[in-house]
């Protein structure tokens, strides 16, 4: 079955690097998802990479797929205080009518 | 500006007592989700429209149905809300499915309150 893996949470000073990870089983999973949630908000889609990719770069963000590992990341530059929280991977699968999968969400809090 | 909107952003209801839930989108996206999402946990489809065509997930409670009269709008109904049913509901578009290019856009969410 799918299951896609995120740690809880992750504490790092403004202006620093953050670096989210995700892993995930599905080998067939064609593109996957970097989403955004601040408190009390919907989700806002960050960046996605087809799985033919190793690395997409858009502005702060930096996404780096292993699928050999089966292991995603997400690298925010110079970290600041507005990129406090919840961070969620997802994968989709062909054949499956667009259903995501997500993973558990990580906590980006964000230190002066 | 935004381009899904989920009216009202907090909905308080009575234990037992209807409640309908709102989702517009200005995308003219072929695709609507309705997902739940509960505290401190990922969100979880609840079904989908596409265009027309109702799919519902397996696993999700028959006390959850949905409408959707046009491209628009889509409504999420529950008929005797519960205790448990209390969380943020998430409306999501996509131009098409199953099309992993084409991603999902969320609302902002109705956080939904059951007394």
């Known amino acids: 079955g799918e299951d896609v893996e995120q740690s809880l949470f992750l504490s790092v000073r403004e202006g620093d690097s953050s670096v989210i990870n995700c892993t995930y089983t599905?080998?067939?999973?064609?593109?996957l998802y970097w989403y955004k949630q601040e408190p009390g908000a919907g989700l806002q889609l960050l960046t996605y990479?087809?799985?033919?990719?190793d690395m997409k770069q858009d502005q702060r963000l930096t996404v780096l797929l292993n699928k050999k590992d089966k292991h995603l990341s997400l690298r925010i530059a110079d970290t600041q205080t507005g990129d406090s929280a919840i961070y969620f991977c997802?994968?989709?699968?062909?054949?499956?009518?667009?259903?995501?999968?997500f993973g558990t969400g990580t906590r980006l809090q964000v230190t002066l | 500006d935004a381009m899904v909107i989920q009216n009202p952003r907090y909905q308080v209801t009575q234990f037992g007592k209807p409640v309908t839930l709102s989702c517009s989108q200005t995308?003219?996206?072929?695709?609507m989700y309705w997902y739940q999402q509960k505290s401190s946990q990922a969100p979880k489809l609840l079904f989908h429209?596409?265009?027309?065509?109702?799919?519902n997930e397996a696993d999700t409670p028959d006390n959850f149905q949905s409408r959707r009269p046009n491209t628009s709008f889509c409504f999420l109904d529950i008929r005797s809300p519960g205790l448990g049913d209390a969380a943020m509901y998430l409306c999501?578009?996509?131009?098409?499915?199953?099309?992993?290019?084409?991603?999902?856009?969320f609302g902002d969410g109705t956080r939904l309150s059951i007394l």
């Open positions: 997802a994968e989709s699968t062909p054949g499956t009518a667009s259903k995501l999968t």
């Open positions: 990479i087809f799985s033919n990719m």
């Open positions: 995308l003219n996206h072929n695709v």
């Open positions: 999501a578009t996509s131009r098409d499915r199953g099309q992993g290019n084409q991603p999902q856009h």
């Open positions: 429209y596409y265009d027309k065509d109702f799919n």
């Open positions: 599905d080998s067939s999973s064609t593109y």
